[in-house]
């Protein structure tokens, strides 16, 4: 029997690359999450086959339409190398500093920063993802180049009129933690998210403006229109286009990573590539691991993430500001998609903002669509305790702590990889 979702949707048509969805404001309410396994119009997915054909590309095409925005089209990528020190970490590995451009020879660039292990016997896996504060933070080296971009304010001198200074140098060096990856045989590449998107209100800077005409003043994408989470996801999948190129990395052991808005970044770019064999989307919280129907008082709203940051997810999104119970899925669905390859989802117990216990939530709500792939989803009913890795095929960690990203994270990082990656 069709549901009343069906009745109000009608038909799907195709047009041009997209598909033509009711508005925001015609949906039906529906207060419990969605199923993931229930098509658009109300049809039960039975076998891996209908996920793969019908269900899936169906998600991918209702996040893309009413929360983060259609990703840009692919581009080529080509990679300058700049600087190479075989001996970086005292000898321990090979630094990188490539230069990588993907928006067309006049659009901007990105500078990647990627370190690889010298001991090893054969290609590295490697933890991929974006930072906040440019690379030069995460390493003491001199030579590493500092970031041209637009950068947000901080209260130090490490930022000056928005752009990175000399002061920051090394600064970070614990929030990716990177030669305690090096140590455990990881390779690491990342780049400050702003190269790709600054991160304010404004979409004439960055790559969204070599896709689109920014109106002046444009504050927000438009109702589809690709927002700053989809932009960053949409660079990610460009550095894998280069990393997967790179004879020292295993490309069939890509994990993902990001904190907080960029780990909102990593589940999406996990979600709609799946050269990413594993992910781990720390603390992400509200509009990324964490449930719009949030049932935590504490936890961030949609409405909350939207006014604060209106240029993170689409227009559409925000016509759910007061209505969250009418999204046509939540973040599980999002999960789902990432099905069967492993997910780890981590927490600090203080930062009830990113909503901990709502994650879990989201865990067991994926855990169909993963048994449906033949994989185990979550591996407990019950979070567990503080201070334990659940390393389930969708994995969970909480401990006591605030809203960071540290060296203890990074080592369970690392131990949830090894189960995975390590022969």
Known sequence: MRTVLSLVLACVVAQQGKQEFPAPSALPSRP????????????????????????????K???????????????????TLRRSDPKAFEGKATLQEISLSFAGPKGPKLDLLLVVPNKRTEPAPVFLGLN??????????????IPAS???????????????????????????????????????????YGDIFPDKPDFSDGVYSQFHAPKDGQKSPGDTGCGA??????????????LVTVPELDKSRIAVTGHSRLGKTALLAAAFDERVALAIPHQAGCGGTGPCR??????????????????????NFKKFNESNDRIPFDQHCLLALCAPRPVLYTNGIEDQWANPDGQFEMLKAASPVYKLCGADGVGAAEMPPIGKLLDSRLGYFVRTGPHVSDPDYWKTFLDYADKYFKK
Not at 134 to 145: I, K, Q, R, S, W
């Open 32 to 59: 419990e999450l969605p199923d993931p396994l229930t098509t658009f119009d109300g049809r039960k997915v039975e076998t891996r086959d209908q996920w793969e054909k019908e269900r899936k590309p169906e998600l």
């Open 61 to 79: 095409e209702l996040f893309q339409h009413y929360m983060y925005g259609y990703l840009p089209p692919l581009r080529e990528v080509r990679g």
């Open 132 to 145: 906040f504060s440019g690379n030069h933070t995460l390493v003491t080296d001199p030579a590493v180049a």
């Open 150 to 192: 637009w950068m947000r304010q901080g209260k130090g001198d490490e930022i000056v009129n928005n752009h990175a200074t000399e002061k920051g140098r090394g600064k970070n060096i614990g929030t990716w933690a990177i030669e305690q990856s090096i140590d455990r045989g990881y390779a690491v590449a990342t780049a400050y």
């Open 229 to 242: 989470i989809a932009m960053w996801a949409w660079g990610l999948h460009r550095i894998i286009d280069y």
């Open 294 to 315: 949030s049932k935590n008082p504490k936890a961030e709203s949609v409405q909350r993430i939207n006014t604060a940051f209106p240029h993170w997810f689409d227009d």
